[in-house]
């Protein structure tokens, strides 16, 4: 049986050049980084110069990258340090209604201890962001905005660059979760103007366990762990050098392919939208279909269950997701769908395709034969 991975906004594998990039700092140079001598020296000199190059990827200066145990740390280092820095000028934080839990949880978290007031921004059917809701939504004791650039479960891609742009009127820091966009598309923090952006090496081929959190000079934000002044007192904790040293280097491998393999992830998608929706009825789309990352494409099918249909397509070789990785098991529907205002049938009943390097025309027809299949066995069942 062939097997299929459709799950890449989930993870990806590690690429084996990235591999061979971090073991020499699993093996020979294996010193601490805040260490004096010259093993430490040696991973020091390695952490500094991954930190450079991510740096001019980002279009950020060297000093405003920091380095963290994942994109869920990143983001809860921006709501949780922010909210604290900040408490002399107000309580309030404002976020959209489909952000990635490691978003939601902390901003439901300071709410339920009373820390802090949050707004949540609705969406529309195609899970867009309306700039003239945040401008709304600002008020005098405002002291963060976190909306994602690219949702995980949807691909849309929101008006980031709009949104920071209000903020920054109003004097207001501006955090997006860039974890799905960094690799698929051009992430740069001068160009978009936000104050502070979060990004995960497991989502672009680099190892598991590592995030970089980009602040821009001059945004206060308390750190989430003590212990020590590493990270120049940002983020307490030795350094994982060999997972620093791969995010730069699949960073910068990202960065030369995301072009044309976007290009070609895009028609992949566009080619499995199209023979699902003639294939099969009751199909929805959901999420914009043009403003997306190019290799993400989300469906419900009416009159199915996503347990049905995950498993399904499991025992049929085709490894999919039904929203967000980090919420399974979860006996609700995906939040992301619900605040596009999808009834609950619906919001139950999806699947979410996200393509990466190893997917070929072949894997859609492959899904495309399997599919229409199980629906209708599923359909079947539901009815009996």
Request: charged share 25%; hydrophobic share 40%.
């Amino acid at each position: 049986m062939k097997r299929i991975y459709a799950d890449y906004n989930a993870t990806t594998p590690l690429d084996p050049r990235v591999l061979v990039a971090m073991l020499p700092y699993l093996q020979e140079h294996y010193g601490n980084p805040s260490s004096v001598h010259i093993y430490g020296r040696e991973t020091r000199a390695a952490i500094d110069d991954a930190r450079l190059r991510l740096a001019k990827l980002l279009g950020a200066q060297e000093s405003e990258i920091v380095f963290t145990g994942g994109g869920t740390e990143a983001d809860n280092t921006v709501i949780f340090g922010a909210a604290r820095a900040r408490r002399k000028k107000g309580r309030h934080i404002v976020t959209s209604s489909v952000e990635h839990h490691a978003v939601l949880h902390a901003c439901q978290h300071l709410e339920k201890t009373g820390e802090c007031e949050v707004t949540y921004l609705p969406v529309s059917r195609e899970c867009l962001v309306a700039p003239d809701d945040l401008r709304k939504a600002l008020r005098n004791d405002t002291i963060l905005v976190s909306v994602m650039s690219a949702n995980n479960e949807t691909g849309t891609i929101q008006p980031t660059k709009d949104l920071a742009a209000i903020c920054r009127e109003r004097g207001v820091p501006f955090h997006t979760d860039a974890v799905q966009s960094f690799g698929k598309a051009i992430v740069n923090v001068e160009d978009w103007g936000v104050d502070l952006l979060s990004i995960a090496a497991h989502k672009f081929y680099g190892p598991k366990g590592v995030g970089v959190l980009y602040m821009r000079h001059g945004t206060k934000v308390n750190p989430l762990l003590f212990g020590g002044s590493h990270e120049n007192e940002r983020r307490a904790g030795t350094e994982n050098a060999a997972a620093i040293v791969g995010t730069a280097k699949a960073a910068e491998l990202a960065a030369t392919t995301m072009g044309d393999e976007q290009t070609r992830l895009f028609e992949l998608t566009e080619k499995l939208a199209g023979g699902v929706i003639e294939r099969i009825s009751g199909v929805y789309r959901n999420g914009h279909p043009k403003l997306r990352i190019g290799n993400t494409v989300n469906f419900s099918f009416d009159g199915c269950e996503e347990e049905g249909l995950l498993l399904g397509l499991d025992l049929e070789g085709v490894a999919v997701s039904s929203g967000s990785a980090c919420a399974v098991g979860s006996l609700e529907p995906s939040h992301v769908l619900k605040a596009m205002g999808l009834p609950r049938e619906l919001a139950r009943a999806a699947v979410r395709f996200s393509f990466g390097r190893d997917n070929t025309a072949e894997d859609v027809r492959c899904i495309l034969e399997i599919l229409p299949k199980l629906i209708e066995r599923l359909r079947t069942f539901a009815r009996a």
